[in-house]
């Protein structure tokens, strides 16, 4: 079973994002945090296989935590989609420099958009 760490300080996008794959009938195992700090440590004790990633954040925002994540032997390598309402160059250029598997912007995708991009990265 896959292990997907949604860190989405919107619950009802990050509950909706959670059910989208769930109706799906994907064999993953969904887990939430809602703000940076808390993502960090779940990602580091948990160790799941993709992190959806939001970069305006409570307590750490987004590319810190990602920052911190990249320091990690284990969390050099785990893919990362970021899903922000930055769509500043700046913000996609941190985000790439830091290894993300894609940077989609809020207003851009919609949730199957989401679910796609899971399937493909996750080979399910």
Avoid: C, F
């Avoid at 292990?3 to 989405?8: A, G, T, W």
């Avoid at 969904?30 to 160790?47: P, Q, T, V, Y």
């Avoid at 799941?48 to 032997?73: S, V, W």
């Amino acid at each position: 079973m896959k292990k997907i760490l949604i860190i989405e300080d919107d619950l009802v996008l990050s509950q909706t994002i959670s059910a989208n794959l769930i109706h799906e009938g994907l064999d993953i195992e969904i887990m939430l945090a809602h703000d940076g700090e808390e993502g960090l440590a779940s990602a580091l004790s948990a160790k799941p296989d993709l992190i959806l990633l939001d970069i305006i954040l409570p307590k750490m925002d987004g590319i810190t935590m990602l920052n911190a994540l990249r320091k990690d032997e284990w969390g050099k390598g785990v893919p990362v989609i970021v899903l922000s309402n930055l769509s500043a160059p700046e913000n996609v250029t941190a985000a790439v420099i830091d290894d993300v598997r894609e940077y989609l912007v809020k207003v851009d995708w919609k949730i199957a958009d989401v679910v796609k991009r899971v399937r493909e990265m996750l080979k399910l």
